[in-house]
């Protein structure tokens, strides 16, 4: 096993699972009254609010809604298919080699 297979492995299903939680985090956002700190809600809230906190300083809710979780969604996404998608640079250089 090289490099690029170890950061395949690794970087995959981080990226999916990540992708799983955002989708949740956008589920719940539709349920406002939901408490993010207790079981099962902090499950999903304690990975994804570092990265909200992030964006939520550059894009203010838009009337009432935050759509943070619907940008990092997208981000993830798009990384996961930039690197390990069918033509990914990951995979490209795994075959490469």
């Known amino acids: 096993m ?4 170890i950061t395949t492995w ?9 992708m799983l939680l955002f989708i949740f985090r956008i589920i719940m956002s539709w349920s406002p009254e939901l408490k993010l700190n207790r079981f099962p809600f902090y499950l999903v809230a304690l ?6 906190v992030i964006l939520r300083k550059l894009v203010p ?15 993830f996404s798009f990384l996961r298919e930039i690197l390990l998608g069918q033509q990914g640079l990951l995979t490209m250089l795994s075959r490469v080699q």
């Not at 090289?2 to 297979?5: A, H, L, R, V």
């Not at 809710?61 to 981000?75: K, M, N, R, S, Y």
């Open 2 to 5: 090289n490099g690029i297979d």
């Open 10 to 18: 690794i970087l995959g299903p981080f990226l999916g699972v990540m």
């Open 47 to 52: 990975p994804t609010e570092p990265f909200l």
């Open 61 to 75: 809710p838009i009337g009432g809604v935050d759509i943070t979780p619907i940008i990092w969604f997208g981000i």
